[in-house]
């Protein structure tokens, strides 16, 4: 799309959409720059700054997204990969995609292979139970807060329940016993084949997904994926063998089968928002690279 067609934003539109970006984000970086500040860790709130790779700041700042015209714009605000012309400033999107082609196209591919499989929803979030197996409670990762049952009754759901992750970037994570009970053994090579939209860190991903695709995609984008990605760590702590109900998060006791049942219907909502979201990023990619180019 080239920016004599591209709509335009006049001046106080875009930045009328762009404070509202920034209030929004601040509602999240706040406290956690100020817990960062004072070398306090939050298990739950803290997760998406320090799992994923996006800064603080870069979550912050907006952009329109391909397509978009900002009228009245001041390159030196929005960076190189802006560009100025008589209509105004757009986003150089062929500049974009040469640099990030691979990766465009490896982003794409999976998305799309995610939303064309059925959703499972029986793992039950064994994941982060297959995290701590075998571990005492020094050695688990959230060693700070207690564990809601022993190290050998932890053991012991895990081996009665089974794992069903097929995730890679949650099985990465297991203890080495626990990866022998897994039915799957993920790895990155075989993500494509692998992810399902009713995996919980799939549905998350979708953040890392939109930020790998900012400036392409809507800054606003973005901060929708994050915002989910942050209720479903909530969830995924509530169901995990930690006890953080100090912090707010009443577990959801797994072992149990009524903890099941409210798992597996939190896990079924958070698909239902994640497939808007992944259609969301496809059709944003696909109005920024043109059939042929991924």
């Excluded at 709130?45 to 870069?58: G, I, K, N």
């Excluded at 064309?116 to 979030?125: D, E, L, V, Y």
């Excluded at 016993?177 to 991903?205: F, I, S």
């Excluded at 760590?233 to 100090?246: C, G, I, T, V």
Aim: proline share 7%.
């Amino acid at each position: 799309m080239t920016a004599a067609l591209a709509p335009a934003l006049d001046l106080a539109d875009w930045r009328a959409r762009r404070q509202a970006h920034e209030a929004r984000v601040d509602a999240w970086l706040t406290p956690h720059l100020a817990r960062r500040r004072t070398g306090v860790k939050h298990p739950v709130e803290d997760f998406l700054f320090t799992y994923y790779s996006h800064r603080p700041a870069q979550l912050r700042r907006w952009h329109p997204g391909a397509g978009v015209v900002l009228r009245d714009a001041d390159p030196g605000d929005f960076g190189p990969d802006y560009t100025a012309s008589a209509a105004g400033l757009a986003l150089h999107t062929d500049r974009v995609r040469a640099r990030r082609a691979e990766s465009i196209t490896w982003i794409r591919t999976l998305l799309a292979a995610t939303a064309g499989r059925p959703a499972q929803f029986g793992c039950f979030g064994m994941h982060e139970w297959a995290m701590v197996y075998r571990q005492t409670q020094e050695q688990v990762r959230h060693n700070a807060w207690p564990l809601r049952l022993s190290p050998a009754a932890t053991a012991a759901v895990v081996e009665e329940r089974g794992v069903r992750c097929s995730h890679f970037d949650a099985f990465r994570f297991f203890t080495a016993p626990a990866r022998p009970l897994n039915v799957l053994q993920p790895t990155r090579e075989g993500q494509h084949a692998l992810e399902q939209p009713g995996c919980l860190h799939a549905n998350m991903d979708l953040y890392k997904w939109a930020y790998k695709l900012s400036p392409l995609v809507p800054s606003e984008l973005v901060a929708d994926c994050f915002a989910l990605a942050r209720e479903i760590r909530a969830l995924d702590m509530r169901a995990s063998p930690y006890d953080l109900a100090e912090l707010g998060y009443p577990p959801v006791p797994v072992e149990t089968p009524e903890g099941r049942a409210e798992y597996a219907a939190a896990q079924r909502g958070f698909a239902e928002r994640a497939a808007g979201l992944r259609a969301r990023l496809l059709a944003a990619l696909d109005r920024a690279v043109p059939a042929g180019h991924h």
